[in-house]
């Protein structure tokens, strides 16, 4: 059973079908990318399955369950779990408490229980934090940082502790839109070790990304969609050797560039 299964999703606009009977799997484990010219429909893809945007026709299933008319609050409590293109960070907070305020979402008690068992509260705080340092580890931010005003951060380190306040929702698939926007190679080049590292673990990935070197890199599975339709999928190897493939980026500027660079 795959872990994520889109079949024939949809969004339409009024005329214009940005997703436009699009179906793939993603596998726990596996990087998989979906790539495509710009406004192809990869961001509305992402707003789609995390449920942020509602399916004009098609399902999405995460581990055999129907998860297309669920709120995004219980697609995040079933492990679908997206980072944004831009680092979200809380001004005036650390690194460290960044990222517990991700793990608290996950270990919080409710009011009831908390008055109940005001004990617990402590345990539960206890957990966030042993959480959010262990997804900073996992992400591999210095120690050295966790404990500095995170919008003071360089905007790569940004990127980690963004990635690592994910994580702590212990999702079973991360989304991740563009997350080499912004950084340089370097930064670029590590992005690809960590998520490697983390399929490695078993955590499925879908990455939608416009950085070639690092699709291919990192990629197990590769969907090529434009106009919303899927045109290519596969290896990395032979996506980026399919006419299709290389006519709809050629049909754009630098991205075609860097698919055959
Ligand atoms: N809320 C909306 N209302 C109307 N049209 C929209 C809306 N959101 C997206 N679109 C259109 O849907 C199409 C797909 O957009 P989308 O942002 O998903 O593409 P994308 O592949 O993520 O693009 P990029 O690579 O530039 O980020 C585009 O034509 C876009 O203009």
Redesign the pocket.
């Known amino acids: 059973m795959s872990l994520l299964r889109l079949t024939r999703i949809t969004?339409r606009?009024?005329g214009?079908a940005?997703?436009d009977g699009l179906s793939f799997t993603a596998e726990a484990g596996h990087v998989t990318s979906l790539i495509?010219?710009?406004?192809?429909?990869?961001?509305?893809?992402i707003?789609l399955i995390t449920g942020v945007?509602s399916l004009t026709d098609g399902r999405v299933e995460l581990a055999g369950e129907d998860v297309s008319r669920m709120g995004s609050h219980e697609r995040v409590k079933r492990g679908i779990t997206r980072s944004y293109q831009t680092p979200q960070m809380v001004r005036g907070l650390t690194a460290l408490e960044n990222v517990e305020v991700g793990a608290d979402m996950q270990h919080r008690m409710s009011f009831g229980a908390a008055l109940l068992a005001p004990w617990k509260i402590a345990a539960a705080n206890r957990r966030s934090r042993e959480a959010a340092r262990a997804a900073l580890k996992r992400v591999g931010l210095k120690e050295s940082l966790w404990n500095m005003d995170a919008s003071a951060l360089a905007y790569g380190d940004q990127r980690k502790v963004e990635l690592a306040r994910a994580l702590t929702h212990e999702p079973k698939i991360i989304l991740l839109?563009?997350p080499a926007a912004g950084l340089n190679p370097r930064e670029t080049e590590e992005l690809g070790i960590y998520l490697k590292g983390l399929s490695s673990e078993g955590l499925g990935i879908l990455l939608?990304e416009?950085d070639m070197p690092l699709v291919m890199a990192t990629s197990d599975h590769v969907v090529v969609?434009c106009f919303?339709q899927k045109i290519a999928e596969g290896t990395p190897d032979i996506v980026q050797r399919d006419p299709k493939v290389i006519e709809a980026y050629l049909g754009t500027s630098e991205t075609g560039e860097a698919i055959h660079g």
């Open positions: 969004k606009y009024g214009l940005a997703v495509g010219p710009n406004g192809a429909g990869k961001t509305t893809v707003n945007q839109d563009e939608v416009h969609v919303g």
